[in-house]
C-alpha cells in the first residue's frame, strides 16, 4: 500500500537526532518556555527572515492570538469585518469567531485555489479591516495583488501560512513575512511536522509581538505579573527541540515535493483528472498535490483498490458545516465545486521512484 503520507517514515530519519535532544531535554529541567524554545524562535524567524517569532501552541492559537492582540492594540475592534477564502480549513473562520470578528467568506481562484482577487474587492466594506490570506495547499496566494488592496484601503494582512512553511516569490519573500503578522501551524503532517500540536506567529511588528507574548503566557510580562487576560497557549519545550532538528531539512524536503509534483504534472495525461496549475518557481511547497475529479468517489476507489491512498482536503466546506450554520454568508458557488471534486495525491519527500510512477500509472488507468 502507498501511504498518502508516511510519517514514521518521515520522522525515522531524525530519530536518533530526537532521541539526543530528548536526553538534553530530561537533563536540563527546564521544560516550559527554555532555551528549546527560545532557539527555535531564532531559527525560525531567520529562516523566514522576519524579525520575531513567538512559539504557539499551535496553528489555531496562532491565529487567535494575532486577532486578540490587534484587538487589545486597539487596531482592530469587536464585529470589524475580516474577509476570508471560503474554501479554506475551518480554524481559519474559528480563530475570527473567536475573539469576536466577523468572518466574510468569499470564494476562491478555481486556478490557484487561492483567494480571489475580484472577490477580495467585490466584498470590501467600511467595516472591513483585515484580509486574512490562506496559502491553501503550499502554494502563496498573489501577495502583490492583496498588498495593493491593502495600501488603498488600510487593511491588515494576516497570513495563515499553516501549509506554506518555505514558500517563496519572485522576490525571494517567504511566506511569514508578507503580510504584518503570520501563522504557522506544526502539526505532524504539515511540510516542516512536530511530533504533536505546535504552532508559531511571526511578524517585523515589536509591539504586536509583545503582547502576543502576554497572551500566550495568561496575560503575563514576569512571573505572577499579568497586565491582560491571556491564555496558557505555550510551545512546548520537546516539540521545539524536534522542530530544531527538522527545520535543517525543510528547504530539501520542498524541493523533493516539488520534483514529485513536477513528474505528476508531466506524466499524468488522464484527461478526467484536472491537474494544479504550478509556475515551476518556489512559490508552491506541496503539502498537498490537489486534483479535480467529478466522480471522486469512483476515482479514489480505483486507486484504494490498486492500493494507493488518497485524501481530501476538505469534503466539507466551512458554510456547510453546522458549527457555522449561523453565518450569514453569499453563494460560494466555486467553492463548493472545489470541495465536491477534490482530491489529495500522495506526495512526501520519502516516496520512492517506484511508488511515484505507480501513482502516476494507476491514475492514468483511471
Do not use: W
Not at 45 to 74: P, Q
Not at 102 to 110: A, I, R
Not at 255 to 282: H, S
Amino acid at each position: 500500500m502507498i501511504k498518502f503520507l508516511d510519517l514514521k517514515k518521515i520522522n525515522a530519519r531524525f530519530e536518533k537526532r530526537f532521541q539526543e535532544e530528548f536526553l538534553s531535554f530530561l537533563d536540563s529541567s527546564h521544560y516550559v518556555l527554555g532555551n528549546q524554545v527560545s532557539a527555535f524562535e531564532t531559527s525560525f524567524s531567520k529562516y523566514c527572515r522576519t524579525n520575531y517569532c513567538v512559539g504557539v501552541s499551535n496553528g489555531l492559537d496562532a491565529l487567535i492570538l494575532i486577532f486578540k492582540s490587534y484587538l487589545e492594540l486597539g487596531v482592530l475592534k469587536p464585529n470589524d469585518e475580516v474577509i476570508v477564502p471560503a474554501n479554506t480549513y475551518i480554524a481559519s473562520i474559528i480563530a475570527i469567531l473567536d475573539v469576536g470578528l466577523k468572518p466574510v467568506l468569499v470564494d476562491p481562484d478555481l486556478g490557484t485555489y487561492n483567494i480571489s482577487i475580484k472577490e477580495i474587492e467585490k466584498n470590501i466594506t467600511l467595516k472591513t479591516k483585515a484580509i486574512l490570506v490562506v496559502h491553501l495547499y503550499g502554494q502563496l496566494a498573489d501577495m502583490e495583488s492583496i498588498s495593493s488592496i491593502s495600501k488603498k484601503n488600510n487593511l491588515l494582512i494576516i497570513e495563515d501560512a499553516a501549509q506554506a512553511h518555505g514558500a517563496v516569490n519572485i522576490n525571494g519573500i517567504k511566506a511569514g513575512n508578507l503580510g504584518d503578522a503570520a501563522a504557522f501551524s506544526f502539526y505532524p503532517s504539515k511540510n516542516l511536522g512536530a511530533l504533536g500540536d505546535a504552532g508559531a506567529v511571526l511578524s517585523n511588528d515589536k509591539s504586536l509581538i509583545e503582547m502576543i507574548r502576554k497572551l500566550r503566557n495568561y496575560g503575563g510580562t514576569s512571573k505572577y505579573l499579568y497586565e491582560v487576560i491571556g491564555r496558557n497557549t505555550r510551545l512546548d519545550e520537546i516539540q521545539a527541540a524536534f522542530l530544531n532538528v527538522k527545520l535543517k531539512e525543510l528547504d530539501n524536503d520542498n524541493n523533493v515535493r516539488r520534483d514529485i509534483a513536477k513528474k505528476y504534472l508531466t506524466k499524468i495525461t488522464n484527461k478526467k483528472v484536472k491537474l494544479p496549475n504550478y509556475d515551476l518557481t518556489e512559490n508552491h511547497v506541496f503539502y498537498a498535490f490537489v486534483v479535480l475529479v467529478e466522480n471522486r468517489e469512483a476515482f479514489m476507489n480505483f486507486l484504494k483498490k490498486n492500493n494507493i491512498q488518497t485524501l481530501i482536503h476538505y469534503p466539507i466546506p466551512p458554510h456547510k458545516q453546522k458549527a457555522f450554520s449561523e453565518l450569514d454568508v453569499n453563494a460560494l458557488p466555486l467553492t463548493e465545486i472545489i470541495h465536491n471534486t477534490i482530491v489529495s495525491l500522495p506526495i512526501s519527500p520519502v516516496m520512492t521512484i517506484e511508488e511515484i510512477d505507480k501513482v502516476i500509472h494507476v491514475v492514468n488507468r483511471y
